[in-house]
T-cell receptor, first 112, second 115 residues
Framework: DAGVTQSPTHLIKTRGQQVTLRCSPI?????VSWYQQVLGQGPQFIFQ???????GRGNFPDRFSARQFPNYSSELNVNALLLGDSALYLC???????????FGDGTRLSIL | QKEVEQNSGPLSVPEGAIASLNCTYS??????FFWYRQYSGKSPELIMS????GDKEDGRFTAQLNKASQYVSLLIRDSQPSDSATYLC???????????????FGQGTTLQVKP
């Protein structure tokens, strides 16, 4: 069975641009969560979606937004990119919100 | 006080030894506890989950949970060089539907297993 898939794998943007990251969960998983991981730190929670509804939001500015589609895939959007947004963005899926989460390979975003 | 604390290490053990990784957490309402392994340049991989006090064993891995002390640990028996990685402790965000999907991670402990 396919795991969590994320696209693109790498992305280079400049300050002020906008980016959209995509995630397809494991088949049958209805919950998708997004995390940001900077070098040397553990992942930081950004959003959780379950059955297409936002279930949780981390301490990130409004420049970050997300949505979940009827097929349970998800997109993370970041507007007005800053240098500090450079990080590995991870998507994780689970059967339900409190079940073990499985991560995709991530999207490495670099801001120049 | 950080919500989930781990010693960043590195923790160095010889091949064949037991590696002991520790984690403390601050939210007494936390319900679920996870250990992830992350190789350099890769994404986290779930290796253990534990929900109730006591020990849970899976192959060479044993997770231990003590909710009274707000402490969770991971033991790796017969450590191999391939176990060299960063181990992340993750705790769910506590009670309430808005928090059940939020994992709070420690900064990770780097384990080095020397041949």
């Amino acid at each position: 069975d396919a795991g969590v898939t994320q696209s693109p794998t790498h992305l280079i943007k400049t300050r002020g641009q906008q980016v959209t990251l995509r995630c397809s969960p494991i088949s049958g998983h209805k919950s998708v969560s997004w995390y940001q991981q900077v070098l040397g730190q553990g992942p930081q929670f950004i959003f959780q979606y379950y059955e297409k509804e936002e279930r949780g939001r981390g301490n990130f500015p409004d420049r970050f937004s997300a949505r979940q589609f009827p097929n349970y895939s998800s997109e993370l959007n970041v507007n007005a990119l800053l240098l500090g947004d450079s990080a590995l963005y991870l998507c994780a899926s689970s059967l339900e919100g409190n079940q073990p989460q499985h991560f995709g390979d991530g999207t490495r975003l670099s801001i120049l | 006080q950080k919500e989930v604390e781990q010693n960043s290490g590195p923790l160095s053990v010889p091949e064949g030894a037991i590696a002991s990784l520790n984690c403390t957490y601050s939210d007494r309402g936390s319900q679920s506890f996870f250990w992830y392994r992350q190789y350099s340049g890769k994404s986290p991989e779930l290796i253990m989950s534990i929900y109730s006090n006591g020990d849970k064993e899976d192959g060479r891995f044993t997770a231990q949970l003590n909710k009274a002390s707000q402490y969770v640990s991971l033991l790796i028996r017969d450590s191999q060089p391939s176990d060299s990685a960063t181990y992340l402790c993750a705790v769910n965000g506590g009670l309430g539907s808005s928090n059940t999907g939020k994992l709070i991670f420690g900064q990770g402990t780097t384990l080095q297993v020397k041949p």
